[in-house]
């Protein structure tokens, strides 16, 4: 099972307090992995659960927050975790709800990507793993900035992967289903949107923060040096509805 050992590389996920973010930074802990858990306030039930590690605050309100960490230290795994959401129809949203989803979903994460290539591509080696959405792929309603960020991650993902897999890096995105986190709270506790969602998903239940963590996992180890620019659905075959 080497190839799905982190044993030896460190990895920076952001976003790590709770949900996605945490059981990717568990999973990748429990995987061999250093860890280093990122988020705007400090991770301490993140690094409670994990095997080692630190936390750091890194607020992507700036998105060029990220931009020294990665000539402190060499970091060879890269998770853009880190998002916000902001809702309302399309008619009344605001510049300033556009403007911020914009600028911590999207624009943050092509430059943390960024300053993390800047180290890592002489070094020949380097995995990203961007979270994107199955927003990427569909329009939703009343998340105008977020469906556009999300089909951005998605673009980018395949950009970066073009420029940079001839260099060693290994750069795919994750689109997580319905799945089981804060963010989900009221779907979850309306039963009526609950089963109609359920009753779409092949798999037939809410998907759990640790099966992104998993896939996290696939894409950050030695399994996956071929795979490049891929958008990896984790939806219970949401999708393939």
């Not at 080497?2 to 568990?26: D, H, P, Y």
């Not at 991770?43 to 402190?72: K, N, W, Y």
């Not at 329009?139 to 998605?154: E, F, Q, W």
Request: glycine share 10%.
């Amino acid at each position: 099972m080497n190839a799905f050992s982190l044993s030896g590389r460190r990895a920076l996920v952001t976003g790590a307090n709770t949900g996605i973010g945490q059981a990717i930074a568990v999973a990748l802990s429990q995987a061999g992995a250093d860890v280093i858990a990122a988020g705007r306030s400090p991770c301490d039930q993140t690094l409670a659960l994990m095997q080692g590690g630190r936390s750091v605050m890194l607020d992507f309100a700036d998105p060029m927050a990220a931009r020294d960490i990665f000539h402190a230290e060499q970091i060879d795994i890269l998770i853009n975790n880190a998002g916000i959401i902001r809702r309302a129809d399309a008619v009344d949203f605001s510049e300033a709800d556009w403007d911020d989803v914009i600028d911590v979903n999207l624009k943050a994460l092509f430059f943390t990507c960024q300053a993390f290539a800047r180290a890592a591509l002489p070094r020949g080696y380097g995995k990203i793993v961007n979270i994107a959405s199955l927003l990427s792929f569909q329009g939703g309603i009343r998340v105008p900035s977020y469906t556009a960020a999300k089909h951005g991650v998605a673009g980018l993902t395949k950009l970066m992967a073009n420029e940079w897999a001839p260099q060693g890096l290994n750069i795919n995105a994750i689109a997580p289903g319905y799945i089981e986190t804060n963010n989900t709270t009221a779907l979850r506790q309306d039963p009526a949107r609950s089963r109609a969602i359920i009753d779409r998903i092949p798999a037939g239940r809410w998907g759990r923060p640790q099966d992104i963590a998993q896939s996290a996992v696939f894409l950050s180890a030695p399994a996956s040096d071929y795979i490049n620019g891929a958008v990896l659905n984790v939806d219970g075959g949401w999708m393939a509805r």
